[in-house]
């Protein structure tokens, strides 16, 4: 059973289109995670939320909207794509904010 | 604002070296430090993790991490390396003093030469 899963895995698509990608953790976490990993492997946080309630909103543009309909579910929305979106966006949980992180498999976003 | 940084960008060592990476990180409180793999095409997972107590952490796969507080570094090591270690490694901290975030370092690409 995955614990932390996203989709879509791929994302292939073209500047200015608006896409989603989905995240759910099955682990029972209060705390859940979106990352962005770019070509040289970097990660930085993007959104954080405990509880359905956003904590952290890391200096990322307002085309970014994170969404969480419950605990389980942190769903990412992107909307008017741009070249730089291009990388891998990592959803994560923990059982709280100071505990080891679960990833899920990543959705690479590729934009034309 | 902590930060974390991973000198050695690429290691590359033959089967049955030893390992040592290292990782310092630059917050003077109290902190919790992690290291991750990623093998390739995967997601990231967790190798060891550091909270308090003994400071040689011992985690999965042979990895072990020693938290030496007064060089504020937690290096990893492992005695001898086999090619399936080849992966991306990353250190992590979250101290009590930045919103509980976790911040990475910059990785580390270790390839194993069979």
């Known amino acids: 059973d995955t614990a932390v899963s996203q989709t879509p895995k791929y994302l292939v698509t073209q500047m200015g289109n608006d896409k989603s990608i989905k995240c759910e953790q099955n682990?029972?976490?209060?705390?859940m995670y979106w990352y962005k990993q770019d070509s040289k492997k970097f990660l930085k946080i993007m959104f954080s939320?405990?509880?359905?309630?956003?904590?952290i909103n890391e200096t990322v543009p307002n085309r970014f909207s994170p969404k969480s309909p419950d605990k389980a579910h942190l769903n990412l929305h992107i909307n008017s794509l741009e070249l730089g979106d291009s990388a891998v966006y990592f959803c994560?949980?923990?059982?709280?904010?100071?505990?080891?992180?679960?990833f899920g498999d990543g959705t690479r976003l590729s934009i034309l | 604002a902590q930060s974390v940084s991973q000198h050695n960008h690429h290691v590359i060592l033959s089967e049955a070296a030893s390992l040592e990476l290292g990782c310092n990180y630059s917050?003077?409180?109290?902190?919790?430090l992690f290291w991750y793999v990623q093998y390739p095409g995967q997601h990231l997972q967790l190798l060891l993790k550091?909270?308090?107590?003994?400071?040689l952490v011992k985690g999965i796969k042979g990895f072990e991490a020693e938290f030496i507080k007064s060089k504020f570094s937690f290096n990893l090591r492992k005695p001898s390396v086999q090619w399936s270690d080849t992966a991306e490694y990353f250190c992590?901290?979250?101290?009590?003093?930045?919103?509980?975030?976790?911040?990475f370092g910059s990785g580390t690409q270790l390839t194993v030469l069979p």
């Open positions: 682990l029972g976490h209060d705390t």
């Open positions: 994560a949980s923990s059982a709280g904010t100071n505990q080891p992180q679960h």
């Open positions: 917050y003077g409180g109290t902190v919790n």
């Open positions: 992590a901290v979250i101290s009590s003093g930045s919103a509980r975030q976790l911040t």
């Open positions: 550091y909270f308090s107590g003994d400071p």
């Open positions: 939320y405990n509880n359905k309630e956003l904590i």
